[in-house]
C-alpha cells in the first residue's frame, strides 16, 4: 500500500511568478524608475512635469519644421482632407498642429488644464476647428470622440498599465494609431548626476523597442521607424536647463553650480534617437 498522501497544509506552497508577458515586463521595469522615497520626501519641490511654454515651442517649432518625420508621414498617409485628428496627452499641439491641413478637426487630450488652454489658443489663431477634454487616458476615453487619425507623442513612458492604454488609442482610431517615444527612457540623460549626487544608478530599460513588443503581443500589424531629431529643450538656456535638472533631482539650488558644469560639459550631445510605431486598427484595416 501506498504512504499516505501528506497533509496538503504541511507542503510548503510554490513562490508565486511574476508574469512574463510584455506588458508586465513594462509595466516593471518603469516601476523601477521610482525614485527612493527619502530622496522624493526631501525634495525641495516635486519632480514632475513641465512648464506650458516649453510645449508652446515645441509645437511652433514642429510647425515650422520643413522636414518631414515618420511620425508624420505615417498619419498624414490614413488621414483625409478635412479629417479629423486625436491627440492624447496633446501638450502644446506639436503633434497634431503640423497635420493642418490636410486635418480639419483636431481633439486634444491632456490632464493639465494649461496645456489645453496653450493647444486651444494655437488652433484658435490657426483657425483649426477643436476642442478638449481634461483628464487621464485612458480614463477619459469614454467621453473622447473618435478620429481618422489617433497621435500619441512622448506620453508612454508615463504609462505602467499600457495594455488599457493603447487598446483605448486603437478603439478611437477610424484609420491609424500614431505613437512617438524616445529611444530610451527620457531621463536616462541625467543618470550620471543622479550617480554624482545620490549615489544612485537609474534603471536602462524600458526601451522603445519594449513598448512595440506590447502593442504585438495584442495583434496589432505593429510597423516601426527610427529617425533622430534635436530635443527642443536644447534651445533652452544653461540656467534654464539646470533649474530642470535640478528639479527632476530633487535637489536644491545649492547644487546648482555642479550640475551646471556637468551640463555645459557634456553639451548637447548629438539629436534625440526616437521611434515612431504605427498601425492601422485591425477591424476596420481596409478601410
Request: hydrophobic content about 40%; glycine content about 6%; overall charge negative.
Amino acid at each position: 500500500m501506498w504512504p499516505p498522501a501528506s497533509d496538503p497544509s504541511e507542503v510548503p506552497a510554490a513562490p508565486a511568478l511574476e508574469p512574463d508577458d510584455a506588458a508586465s515586463r513594462w509595466r516593471r521595469h518603469l516601476e523601477s524608475w521610482a525614485i527612493p522615497t527619502d530622496i522624493l520626501q526631501a525634495a525641495p519641490e516635486s519632480p514632475w512635469g513641465f512648464q506650458p511654454g516649453r510645449f508652446d515651442k515645441a509645437a511652433e517649432a514642429a510647425v515650422a519644421d520643413p522636414d518631414s518625420t515618420p511620425s508624420r508621414t505615417s498619419a498624414l498617409e490614413r488621414l483625409p482632407t478635412g479629417g479629423s485628428v486625436l491627440d492624447v496627452g496633446v501638450g502644446g499641439g506639436a503633434a497634431s498642429l503640423p497635420l493642418c491641413p490636410p486635418a480639419g478637426q483636431l481633439v486634444g487630450v491632456d490632464e493639465s488644464e494649461a496645456m489645453l488652454r496653450s493647444f486651444g489658443l494655437a488652433a484658435t489663431r490657426r483657425r483649426i476647428r477643436h476642442e478638449v477634454f481634461v483628464g487621464r487616458w485612458p480614463d477619459v476615453a469614454p467621453a473622447a470622440p473618435e478620429a481618422d487619425v489617433v497621435v500619441c507623442h512622448h506620453v508612454v513612458y508615463n504609462v505602467a498599465d499600457l495594455v488599457p492604454f493603447l487598446v483605448a488609442l486603437t478603439t478611437h482610431a477610424r484609420r491609424r494609431v500614431v505613437v512617438e517615444l524616445t529611444e530610451r527612457h527620457p531621463l536616462s540623460g541625467l543618470a550620471p548626476l543622479w550617480r554624482l549626487i545620490h549615489g544612485l544608478e537609474r534603471p536602462i530599460r524600458p526601451i522603445a523597442s519594449d513598448a512595440v513588443e506590447v502593442a504585438s503581443e495584442l495583434g496589432y500589424d505593429v510597423q516601426v521607424a527610427s529617425f533622430q531629431r534635436s530635443s527642443p529643450w536644447d534651445l533652452a538656456s544653461i540656467e534654464e536647463r539646470v533649474v530642470d535638472a535640478r528639479r527632476r533631482l530633487c535637489v536644491g539650488s545649492d547644487r546648482d553650480a555642479e550640475i551646471g558644469a556637468y551640463l555645459e560639459a557634456a553639451g548637447t550631445g548629438e539629436p534625440r534617437r526616437l521611434v515612431t510605431m504605427w498601425w492601422d486598427p485591425p477591424e476596420r484595416h481596409g478601410s
